[in-house]
């Protein structure tokens, strides 16, 4: 992986890694779908600023709906999934099982998209799973209804990641590709869209909702705006250019990384206690790394027969 790429990868799992911080702070207190919808917004929002800014104007290219198709897989199905787990995991649990996403992209991708599993992948895969299963280890919790469902919850949005990445092959990089900015903005644009009704039916249902979103402390605002500028304005900006540059496969392994940048902002912000078991996990993951992402050894080209032409 190019240098430019390889630290695109390591500031968006800090981001990513941030982001279950946020939600644990955020979502326990407005709940999932107002969490999940004020963060695409601000997403949304920061993205067009952005564009504003650099004085590019949005050209879709013929491609608008396969973004705003995208951004319900990629943002709005997954954000509301990973805002419900928050209200019952840790945030640091959050982070470990978004780190099975590169496991369900080679597992959509062989069955789907006609991609070859290697050696390496398998190998990969497996070390990255034993390093998660080492973190998970570390601060395990009660196995109750509510903790299953929130596991269920993050699943489901790893499949949707998992999903996404080839989505955005197919739909966006085989067509003649977007900048990564614009696809951003309308896979943003998508999310917003599909949960504006279901925002508003929850307002019809409860009147006195909005003024308790709008009470609520200063801290979940500021996670609010953490999350929607940062962990998804700028950090969906580096994942599509990563897309682009190296494929979707690649560009998932992200989620390995994110657990061991969860661990880190709990320990740096909460004060929450590093293990040798986070060590022990990190290292699995880093050799999982690097099996994934090392390049595949050159084939070398048949030597033609004497004679033949």
């Known amino acids: 992986m190019p240098l430019p ?5 390591i500031l968006l799992a800090a981001l990513w890694g941030g982001s279950f911080l946020f939600l644990r702070v955020a979502a326990p207190v407005l709940g999932a779908l107002p969490t999940t919808f004020v ?3 601000l997403g949304a929002a920061g993205l067009a600023l952005l564009l504003v800014a650099l004085r590019l104007r949005p050209r879709f290219g013929g491609k608008l709906a396969a973004t705003l198709a995208l951004g319900v897989v990629n943002s709005g199905i997954p954000f509301l999934m990973f805002a419900l787990a928050a209200r019952s995991l840790p945030a640091g649990y959050s982070a470990i099982l978004n780190a099975t996403t590169p496991l369900m992209g080679v597992l959509i991708g062989a069955l789907a998209f ?5 050696a ?3 190998g990969g895969m497996v070390l990255g799973m034993a390093g998660v299963a080492v973190l998970a280890q570390a601060g395990p919790v009660a196995l109750t209804p509510e903790v299953l469902g929130g596991m269920a919850a993050c699943l489901v949005a790893t499949a949707c990641y998992g999903l996404a990445g080839f989505l955005t092959r197919r739909w966006i990089t085989e067509r003649g590709g977007l900048d990564s900015r614009i696809v951003a903005l309308g896979s943003q644009l998508g999310a917003v869209l599909v949960l504006v009704p279901v925002v508003a039916w929850e307002l019809l249902r409860q009147p006195q909702a909005a003024a308790t979103w709008l009470a609520a402390p200063a801290q979940v605002w500021g996670a609010l705006l953490a999350l929607g500028l940062l962990c998804t304005a700028l ?6 250019r990563l897309i682009a540059d190296v494929g979707p496969l690649k560009a998932l392994t992200v989620t390995f990384l994110i657990p061991l940048f969860g661990v880190a902002w709990g320990w740096l912000l909460l004060g929450e206690p590093a293990t040798l ?7 699995l993951i880093g050799a999982a790394l690097w099996l994934v992402l090392r390049p595949a050894p050159a084939v070398a080209a048949p030597v033609a027969p004497q004679g033949a032409r």
Not at 5 to 9: A, N, Q, V
Not at 114 to 118: Q, S
Not at 235 to 240: H, I, T
């Open 5 to 9: 790429s390889f630290l695109r990868l």
């Open 39 to 41: 963060r695409v917004l």
């Open 114 to 118: 006609g991609e070859r599993i290697t």
């Open 120 to 122: 390496a992948r398998v």
């Open 235 to 240: 950090a969906y900006v580096l994942y599509f």
């Open 277 to 283: 078991a986070h060590a022990a996990g990190g290292s």
